[in-house]
């Protein structure tokens, strides 16, 4: 089977292993609030699933916290494995159905995991943002996993779920109402109130560095494309839209959005890998509302210089260790419990088909890195361990959309996170 014509695997729900699902970084910042998600929603029900991490205390502290939940959660297996320890991944990897890693940055963490999960055919979901070390992975394992049967889903959190599965919802209103897909998407975040970690800045850095060591990834990067199939990796200009400006349809100024350098190259991927659905002339594009006026414009040109000088200090070899330690949050820390409650996030879609537009809303409760995401992780979990009739996705490096489209917005809504077309 060639990447850009999946074959059609139906798959239904495996227990012959061990578990369900497996969490790695249990005990890290997002992961503690993955285990809390699963913990509560899956309370009484027949999914199996254990903490995984490389640290036996801490991994019984978290426990502890399941606990107080459910008494019954005080016998939730733990396993330690290590992402510096192929042999505890490939046991990890055997031993259940899905696994669902909060362990990043992934390109310093994840690939031995990734490897190991294609090897026997393990269905995988993370959180990365790490698009260089996305395309990496498609390289290297796109072929094996799609003869393995694993199906490996990157950026199921915040980035890219509502960007890609919220295009995917237009997408199909439009292909019910118009029966053609639309050519153009915009894509607006609405509002939105969250914070960072220190494990996502990690990640940032990390980016960057890898950059710094592998220059030739500054021309991968700057693709749209860089994540769709070898050999189809060229496409139609798509919309730079970095600098403050007014827009009549969003009733607002608009500013840079940080994420669109990476949910744009997922979009993409996911149009791919539905046989070019969206159209081989699809464009989309990301921006951020900033609101009306002149506060608006102020914030418009605020995000705009403020984005610029964070990037900028985090690449300068002198500043980034300044930055890191006096300004920003370090590994394992993030917003407070009361910040990430009082978080959310509201994106509006617009595409256009036939001269109208079909407007989506995608919206989640509670800061959106850290409280929304994982709702979204563990449902993508959820989704690949239990879902198997219903998914026709095929095995592969996917993404959200192209392995989970309708299944996982119904688990998601069923969540509490809107998905609507008005
Ligand atoms: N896409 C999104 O929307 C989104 C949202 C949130 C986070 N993220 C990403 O998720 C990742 C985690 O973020 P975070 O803030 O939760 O980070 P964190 O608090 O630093 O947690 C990292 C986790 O990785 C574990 N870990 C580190 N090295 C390991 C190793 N060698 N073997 C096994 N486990 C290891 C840590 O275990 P210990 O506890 O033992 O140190 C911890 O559980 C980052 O890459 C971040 O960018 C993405």
């Known amino acids: 089977m060639s990447e850009s014509s999946p074959a059609q695997t139906i798959r239904p729900r495996d227990r012959s292993r061990t578990y369900d699902i497996v969490l790695l970084g249990a005990t890290g910042f997002t992961g503690r609030y993955v285990a809390l998600e699963l913990a509560r929603r899956y309370l009484g029900s027949d999914l199996r699933w254990a903490l995984a991490g490389r640290n036996l205390k801490k991994l019984e502290r978290v426990r502890a916290e399941l606990a107080e939940i459910d008494p019954s959660y005080a016998a939730i297996d733990l396993v330690i494995a290590d992402s510096k320890d192929r042999v505890s991944l490939d046991a990890l990897a055997a031993s259940t159905s899905v696994v669902c890693t909060t362990v990043g940055p992934y390109a310093k963490y994840g690939s031995d995991l990734v490897a190991a999960c294609v090897a026997v055919g393990t269905d995988y979901c993370d959180l990365t943002g790490e698009v260089h070390w996305a395309r990496d992975m498609i390289d ?68 960057i560095e890898s950059i710094k060591e592998r220059p030739e990834l500054r021309k991968v990067l700057a693709n749209p494309f860089a994540l769709a199939p070898e050999g189809d990796r060229t496409g139609p200009r798509q919309p730079n839209r970095m600098s403050p400006h007014y827009s009549e349809e969003a009733r607002g100024w608009l500013g840079p959005f940080v994420m669109a350098p990476v949910n744009t190259r997922v979009v993409h991927r996911s149009n791919a890998l539905l046989g070019h659905e969206y159209g081989r002339d699809f464009v989309y594009s990301e921006v951020m509302r900033t609101g009306t006026g002149a506060r608006g414009a102020m914030m418009a040109a605020g995000i705009t210089v403020g984005l610029g000088a964070l990037l900028a200090s985090l690449g300068a070899d002198a500043i980034r260790p300044l930055v890191q330690k006096y300004i920003l949050p370090k590994p394992g820390e993030g917003p407070t419990p009361e910040a990430v409650e009082a978080g959310f996030f509201e994106a509006r879609i617009f595409g256009d088909v036939d ?68």
Not at 154 to 164: A, E, K, R, V
């Open 355 to 422: 001269g109208e537009v079909v407007e989506g809303k995608v919206r989640g409760e509670r800061d959106p890195g850290y409280g929304a995401t994982a709702t979204m992780l563990s449902e993508a979990a959820v989704c690949l361990a239990l879902d198997g009739e219903d998914l026709q996705s095929p095995a592969g490096i996917l993404t959200p959309a192209s392995a989970m489209g309708h299944t996982l917005i119904a688990r998601l809504r069923d969540a509490g996170m809107t998905f609507e077309v008005s």
């Open 140 to 207: 290297a394992h796109q072929e094996a996993a799609e003869a393995s049967g694993a199906r490996i889903v990157n950026f199921c959190g915040f980035d890219s779920i509502p960007s890609d599965l919220g295009t995917f919802m237009v997408q199909e209103a439009a292909k019910e109402r118009h029966g053609k897909t639309c050519n153009e998407v915009r894509y607006y975040m609405w509002r939105v109130s969250g914070g960072f970690s220190g494990g996502t800045v990690d990640s940032m850095v990390n980016t």
